[in-house]
């Protein structure tokens, strides 16, 4: 089975620190992708940040990177400089590529308190 | 573009009543999905649907119907709604194809069920 595992359920954080998320993932498909979505309270669902599995190379999107370490099945998120608005819950998500049905396997999420 | 719409936002049933929940994407995408989100359990999904005119189940299809009569629209049916069936509903699309893999989320409709 295809699973995701967020072992942190609640984390907080000073704001302008650096907070990391961790994430493990079991599958046994080599070819897959990893992404990692914010929900505010608004409750709307935003992409963070995606790695391809096939790439060594960790992903960054401005203050959010990733730490992705294939053979152990680990994809934390690094917030770096945490602002107020980070203030979210974040899903750890995977799915198998290529994929005719493109079904996403989330994790069951961490929620992120940013103090000021 | 307006991306993913649901119709509607909130709605609050009694035990045994229907609703149909609507979702609405511009962005001309072939696959379209229906989640639940409940606390301490993510995101589950119910059916999906990779194209019009096709269906499928998820992971909790239990208690749901689905129809996606036109590409744009796919369309969540409860015919008799239980307390269990209270959650927060999301709708999702993704582009052509089977190498592309974001999905994008409609805003979300909160269903209460007593």
């Known amino acids: 089975a295809q699973t995701v595992t967020q072992s942190q359920p609640e984390m907080s954080v000073q704001e302008a620190e650096t907070v990391t998320l961790s994430c493990t993932y079991d599958?046994?498909?080599?070819?897959?992708?990893l992404f990692w979505y914010k929900q505010p309270p608004s409750r709307q669902m935003i992409l963070v940040i995606r790695?391809?599995?096939?790439?060594?190379q960790n992903a960054t999107e401005n203050r959010f990177s990733v730490n992705f370490q294939k053979a152990a099945k680990s994809f934390s998120l690094k917030i770096s400089d945490s602002q107020l608005g980070d203030t979210a819950m974040y899903f750890c998500?995977?799915?198998?590529?290529?994929?005719?049905?493109?079904?996403?396997?989330f994790g069951q999420g961490t929620t992120l308190q940013v103090k000021p | 573009n307006a991306g993913v719409t649901q119709t509607p936002k909130f709605r609050v049933l009694k035990t045994g009543q229907s609703m149909t929940l609507l979702c609405a994407q511009d962005?001309?995408?072939?696959?379209m999905y229906w989640y639940r989100q409940d606390p301490g359990m993510g995101l589950r999904l119910i059916h999906y649907?990779?194209?019009?005119?096709?269906?499928a189940k998820g992971e909790v299809p239990d208690g749901y119907n689905v129809s996606r009569l036109k590409k744009q629209n796919f369309l969540l049916g409860l015919e008799s709604a239980a307390p269990s069936q209270t959650s927060v509903y999301f709708c999702?699309?993704?582009?052509?194809?089977?190498?592309?893999?974001?999905?994008?989320f409609g805003p979300g409709t909160r269903l209460t069920v007593t």
């Open positions: 999702a699309s993704r582009g052509p194809g089977p190498n592309h893999y974001e999905q994008y």
């Open positions: 599958t046994s498909e080599s070819n897959y992708y």
């Open positions: 790695q391809e599995a096939y790439k060594q």
């Open positions: 998500a995977f799915i198998v590529g290529p994929s005719n049905t493109g079904k996403l396997i």
């Open positions: 962005m001309n995408h072939e696959y």
């Open positions: 649907s990779v194209g019009e005119g096709t269906t």
